[in-house]
Nanobody, 124 residues
Framework: QVQLVESGGGLVQAGGSLRLSCAAS????????MGWFRQAPGKEREFVAAISRGGGKPLNADSVKGRFTISRDNAKNTVYLQMNSLKPEDAAVYYCAARTNFWAVQVASEYDYWGQGTQVTVSS
């Protein structure tokens, strides 16, 4: 069972950038498709981005296309989310997730393992 630990959240002004990291405990990290989700107060958990095992063809939510980039370093057992041009509506707790299936998908219930989340706050 893989354990996921997110880091990199914080407070940033609108228009600024943050890079989130998610470190996996397991050496077989390359077997997992990875995703990022977010949840704002009073809202449902929302898909942000996902990346397949080998890093090809990332999947992004329409709301973050052109601003957020997901990437992974299998040698470091880490997945990243580079967030640029942040908006107040991007504020949320961001969660890293892993699934053993090959395909990158947007449905949270398709992911098997979750991190504890990291808070992102965007001031206007």
């Amino acid at each position: 069972q893989v354990q996921l630990v997110e880091s990199g959240g914080g407070l940033v002004q609108a228009g600024g950038s943050l890079r989130l990291s998610c470190a996996a405990s397991e050496g077989t990290f390359s077997r997992y498709t990875m995703g990022w989700f977010r949840q704002a107060p009073g809202k449902e958990r929302e898909f942000v981005a996902a990346i397949s095992r080998g890093g090809g063809k990332p999947l992004n939510a329409d709301s973050v296309k052109g601003r957020f980039t997901i990437s992974r370093d299998n040698a470091k057992n880490t997945v990243y989310l580079q967030m640029n041009s942040l908006k107040p509506e991007d504020a949320a707790v961001y969660y890293c997730a892993a699934r053993t299936n090959f395909w990158a998908v947007q449905v949270a219930s398709e992911y098997d393992y979750w991190g504890q989340g990291t808070q992102v706050t965007v001031s206007s």
